[in-house]
């Protein structure tokens, strides 16, 4: 670990990043995959506390973030009540 480099913990996992991270890119950096799925809106970035934060948010020492399933969107505007 670098001096510029910050620990944070995704999932429970270590994750080493530099300075000036946002949370997503400290996603992306512990799994692409995930990261995607945040950016697509199927899951969501949270805090220790399961709060949802936004994922351009910078990272910052010690740091905790789980990545959790997405908000629901209707399937459409109307509610689907009408044909």
Known sequence: MSPESIIVFI???RVDVPAGTTALDAVRK??????????SGSRQLSDARGLPIDAE???Y???IYRVIGGRRRPSDASGGDEP
């Open 11 to 13: 999932n429970a996992q």
């Open 30 to 39: 512990w799994n692409a995959e995930s990261a995607a799925q945040i950016t």
């Open 57 to 59: 948010s910078p990272v």
């Open 61 to 63: 020492g010690g740091a």
